[in-house]
């Protein structure tokens, strides 16, 4: 049985007199494919309407046509692989100008709108094919981008807090100081933010529940 040095080398010599006929530069390329990329939802339900929220973020699902011919993985996960890679997002005010973006391996992504003041802005959510290998966009046969684009109808969000729970808990320390009256009349100051901690300890002093609730909302 040859070696496998010399079957290497008798394989590299045949190669060599028949004009190079196993050069792997005879290989087709892949024909080109017509991707179709559709905005399919948001938020979990359909695709005319957008609900924006008060913490920025807005979920879009998108479907991929024709099916199996394109491989979703992370930038840099798809080796050599031309049909691989991953889905970019973005959310567009109506000059182009992008307010929020990310990149995803599914066909759900979700945008984080770091400024919600802009809200009004917001005119168009975009979804296009980038290739794993070199994160650029993929082409479909004659020469446009595999994306796809929506313009739903965008609801503001309404009545939304500043500083989140930051609000309740003043709420909280002012109870605690209502919960140590229950005791021992406490200081007009107690019922304020900076006496939160002095006003629970009111309330223990009372020996009431009211004032141990007030500290567990502080």
Not at 144 to 165: H, I, K, N, R, S
């Amino acid at each position: 049985m040859l070696k496998l040095s010399h079957r290497l080398f008798l394989a590299t010599l045949g190669c060599g007199l028949f004009g190079g006929a196993c050069s792997g530069d005879d290989v087709a390329p892949l024909e080109p494919v017509d991707y179709e990329v559709t905005i399919a939802g948001f938020n979990g339900r359909d695709a005319d309407t957008a609900d924006l929220r008060c913490d920025g973020t807005l979920s879009v699902a998108v479907t991929i046509a024709p099916t199996d011919t394109f491989t979703l993985r992370p930038a840099n996960a798809c080796g050599a692989a031309p049909r691989c890679g991953y889905v970019h997002f973005e959310g567009l005010t109506e000059s182009g100008e992008v307010l929020a973006s990310v990149d995803s391996a599914t066909v759900q992504g979700v945008l984080v709108f770091s400024d919600t003041s802009r809200y009004p802005e917001l005119a168009t959510i975009r979804a296009s094919l980038r290739h794993g290998t070199d994160q650029t966009p993929v082409l479909n046969a004659d020469g446009t981008e595999a994306a796809g684009e929506a313009q739903p109808m965008f609801t503001l969000p309404q009545a939304c807090e500043d500083g989140g729970e930051g609000g309740s808990g003043a709420g909280g320390a002012a109870a605690g100081g209502a919960g140590g009256s229950a005791g021992e009349p406490a200081e007009p100051e107690l019922g304020g933010a900076g006496g939160a901690a002095a006003g629970a300890a009111q309330g223990g002093a009372g020996g009431e529940n009211p004032g141990g609730a007030g500290a567990g909302g502080a």
